[in-house]
Every structure is written in C-alpha cells, then in structure tokens.
C-alpha cells in the first residue's frame, strides 16, 4: 500500500511538472497573439479612437512584437535602417536566456498600453500574460529577462513614434469649412467637425510622402442634370432606394462605425463599433490560424499588414483633404431629394477617396502576397455586433466588398472606390517590396 501511495505521488509530480513545462506550447501559440490583439481591438473600439489613429496604434503595437521576435528568428531581419530614423532597437544583453514569443508579447501590449486610455483594460491583459508565463513553468530568470526585453523594445518602438507629429496634429487648429460649392460640409445626424484634418502631415512606414500614390482629380462638382457630377449622385440615389436585402447586409456588415450616432425621435445615444483597421486585424487572425502560420509568420503577418493599412489611411487623407470633396448626402438633399437618407451614417470628413476601399485593398494586396491569392476563409469579425459570418474566397474578395459596401451605404460615388482600389494596390505592393523583413528578401536584393 505504501509503494502504490508513493507511485501515485510520483506520478501526481510528474504531472504537475509536465503541465509546468508547458509554456513554450502556451506562449508560442500563435492564436494567443491573434487573441491579443482582439483584446486591443476592444480596447481601441471602447476607447473611441478614430480609423487613421486606429491604425498608428496597431503599426506601432505589431512592430514592437516584430522586433523583439526577430533576435530568435534567422528567418527575419529586423526594420532597424529601413524604416526612417529607426535605428534605436539593441539585441538582448548576452548571456541573458530570452524567450523571444513571450517578449513579443509583452512589447505589443506595452505599446498598445501606452498609446490608449484604458489602462485598467491594458493592465489585466498584461498581468494575464505574465500569469500564464508563471503558472506554465517559464523559469523565474528567462521571464525575467524577457519581459525586461520586450519593454526596452516597446520603448525604443514608442521613442521612434514620438517623431512622427502625432503630438503636433493633437494641437492644430480647427478645420475651416469652406463655403464653396462642392466642398464637403459636416453632415447630419450630428453634423461632427472634420475628423483628422492634418492626417497627411503624420509621418509614412514606407511611402516616400503621403502623395507618392495622388489618385488623379475626381469629377468636376456640377449640380446640372445633364453634368457628370450630378449622375454620380444620382446614381448614388437610384441605388439607395433600390437596394436589396444583400446589399443591406454588405453595407452593414463593412460599416465599422466608431461611434455611430442613432435618433429615435427625440433621443440620441451613440453605439460604438471596431475600426475598419480593426475588421482586417480580425481577418488577419483568421486567416493566419487557417494557414496554420506559426507565431513568428504571424507576427510577420499582423505587422506587414498593419503598416499597409497605416500608409494607405495616410495616402487617403491626403487626397480627401487635398480635393475637399462634398459628400452625396449633402449633394442629394440639396439638389435632388430633401427627404433621401443614405442607408449607412454619413462619416465626418471628406468623401474622395474612399478609406475602407484603399485600407482593405492594401491589407488584401499584403495577405495574399503571403498566403497566395487563393486563400478562402470564413469571416467571424463581426459576430460581437450581431452580423452574420460572411464568407470568401480571397482576401482581394473582401476588400472588393468592403469597397462597393461604401456605394450600397450612400456615402461614396462609385468613382472613389474604383481609383481607391487602385491605390490600395500600390501601397500595398510598395510596403512589400520597400521593406525587407524576410531573409530571403535580402539575398534577392
């Protein structure tokens, strides 16, 4: 009885010592940095912050993980001197045992915690973080060390985004609407002021300037029937009072609204939805699990992408505040139909180009230069606001619906969307070829 009490004891050891020994399968698993990262999906989408910040947020967040995790990948390079004025990330002090995952982890959310508001949020995800490193037998050093790394990499991350003129764009002056004719002009229901007016000025990833990829000019504004301006609206019009059940559901599913602002009759509360940035960071998550990408591609994954989506959101305002164009909504109730409401809320700035239509081009462009053009998923991202799955068959798929959505919606001319595509393409395949973060890209170079 004795020696069968012992071996159960042995065994129970053993036990608690394999589960204790399991950090790396914890840690390493490339779904819990996708889950990260819908972690601070919610807290950017609690927090409020408008799709161009989104963006600077995720970029930020993804190249902090992408730099701690290349010291313990060869397969990667890391972006100090490619980027402008990078150059402050140091390796590990030698000697130091480093699990790279783990640091990764922990420089995301320290520059995710940094750039956001809700600490409190931020805080519980990073103690849970160091609570799996502990309770799955990471050794007391090696968490040590990596945590220590993963915020010396988030800070050297943090100091290069305090150059970017962020800071300065929070003290601009206020937008001045101009009175001329086809200029955009704030809309209802709450008439907002112009959302990130001095977005261009921010500081690029990858582009050369925030005009490397200027659409041409859109259609001269005219409010005559027969002008071409005024059949873009009209045609607009036409397809708002048609639209069909699928259209609506496109239109919903793609709107990613912030903060939305509902009437009903005299009440008026706001709902708060994730970033069109933060649609494709759901997408990005979805498609690495399928591809069963390990930790290191998908870190690779989220930042590529992220950097996309930061530079064409920076090449978009650039061209909406360059041609100040006027929304359809504004067009429509002012020369065609008083009473027509677009089906979607009108967004606060001007219409040309298209954001979600460049953002989600250039995130397509980066994935399937990944994972290759056909690679079909199922989309979940907008399961926590009661929308269905939708489903396709390429990432250029959904960023081709996420654009028309915006027409279906009411609040873009078809025109935008299609040149908006265009300039997806193009920054996504520059940030691909400019930035050389896989080895084999260096050996090709």
């Not at 009072?241 to 239109?251: N, R």
């Not at 919606?409 to 935008?416: C, L």
Request: charged share 20%; glycine share 6%; proline share 6%.
């Amino acid at each position: 009885m004795r020696y069968l009490l012992f071996a159960i004891l042995l065994a129970g050891v053993a036990s608690c010592k394999q589960r204790a020994a399991d950090y790396q399968q914890v840690l390493h698993d490339p779904v819990l940095y996708s889950k990260m990262t819908g972690q601070l999906t919610d807290v950017i989408t609690y927090d409020i912050f408008t799709p161009p910040v989104a963006s600077r947020i995720y970029a930020y967040a993804h190249l902090a993980a992408y730099e701690a995790m290349v010291h313990g990948d060869s397969s990667y390079t890391s972006l100090k001197g490619q980027l402008k004025g990078f150059d402050y990330v140091l390796p590990p002090d030698s000697g130091k045992i480093v699990d790279y995952p783990y640091a990764a982890l922990m420089a995301f959310m320290e520059v995710g915690k940094t750039l956001t508001f809700s600490k409190d949020q931020t805080d519980k995800i990073v103690d849970s973080l160091k609570m799996l490193a502990e309770t799955h037998g990471m050794p007391a050093d090696m968490k040590k060390n990596s945590e220590e790394y993963g915020v010396n990499v988030a800070k050297a991350v943090l100091g290069w985004s305090k150059k970017d003129n962020y800071a300065q764009t929070r003290s601009a002056a206020k937008y001045t609407v101009p009175n001329d004719e086809g200029k955009w002009i704030p809309t209802p229901p709450g008439y907002f002021q112009a959302v990130e007016p001095q977005w261009r000025t921010i500081r690029t990833i990858a582009m050369d300037s925030c005009n490397q990829f200027a659409p041409p000019a859109p259609c001269v504004f005219g409010k005559d029937s027969t002008c071409a301006f005024y059949k873009l609206a009209k045609q607009v019009q036409d397809t708002g009072v048609l639209l069909t059940e699928e259209q609506k559901a496109i239109s919903s599913f793609w709107d990613c609204n912030g903060f939305k602002l509902n009437v009903v009759g005299h009440t008026m509360y706001a709902t708060k939805a994730m970033t069109p940035g933060g649609h494709w960071m759901g997408i990005i998550g979805i498609i690495c699990e399928n591809k069963k990408a390990d930790f290191d591609k998908t870190v690779y994954t989220y930042t590529t992408a992220s950097f996309a989506i930061m530079d064409a959101f920076i090449a978009c305002w650039d061209a909406k505040y360059t041609f100040n164009l006027v929304r359809p909504e504004t067009v429509i109730n002012k020369y065609i139909d008083a009473n027509w409401k677009p089906f979607l809320q009108t967004p606060p700035f001007p219409e040309y180009t298209s954001g979600h239509s460049i953002i989600s081009t250039a995130a397509s462009t980066v994935l399937e230069h990944i994972y290759g053009a056909q690679t079909p998923f199922r989309d979940s991202t907008e399961r926590p606001w009661g929308f269905p799955d939708r489903n396709f068959q390429s990432p250029r798929q959904a960023a081709d619906e996420a654009g028309i959505s915006r027409f279906y919606g009411g609040i873009h001319y078809r025109p935008s969307i299609i040149v908006a595509r265009d300039q997806g393409e193009k920054v996504g395949n520059y940030v691909l070829t400019k930035l050389s973060m896989r080895k084999e890209q260096l050996a090709s170079k």
